[in-house]
């Protein structure tokens, strides 16, 4: 079956950056639509950053020009660049895949998930 596994997730200092990347096995990466959620504390699961088959980006106002998501079809992972973190990005990230070319911040919109990977950020 379709599978998705987070990695990179770590406790880091305010200002650090982290990459975390999502292996897709079971299918054909390029048929999905992925993005990046992630769950604080406490809070429910929210989508914070979106990549479609044409290759377009979307992305949540608080992570705005801190974060790239982008994706390597040659190696079937999804990636999250995480620059400048901030304490309020702590939480669990996961990563979703949906069949077909949109983007959206909806978690129905993915049948997909992985496990989820850990990041917290001190001050």
């Known amino acids: 079956q379709v599978q998705l596994v987070e990695s990179g997730g770590e406790s880091v200092q305010a200002g650090d950056s982290l990459r975390l990347s999502c292996l897709l096995s079971?299918?054909?990466?390029?048929?999905?639509?992925m993005a990046w959620f992630r769950q604080a504390p406490g809070k429910e699961r929210q989508g914070i950053t979106t990549?479609?088959?044409?290759?377009?980006?979307n992305y949540e106002e608080a992570v705005k020009g801190r974060f790239t998501i982008s994706g390597d079809s040659a190696k079937s992972t999804l990636y999250l660049q995480m620059n400048s973190l901030k304490p309020e990005d702590t939480g669990m990230y996961y990563c979703?895949?949906?069949?077909?070319?949109?983007?959206?911040?909806?978690?129905?919109?993915?049948?997909?998930w992985g496990q989820g990977t850990q990041v917290t950020v001190a001050s």
């Open positions: 979703a895949a949906g069949k077909g070319n949109f983007a959206s911040f909806h978690s129905l919109m993915y049948e997909i």
């Open positions: 079971g299918d054909t990466y390029s048929a999905y639509s």
């Open positions: 990549l479609d088959l044409n290759g377009s980006t």
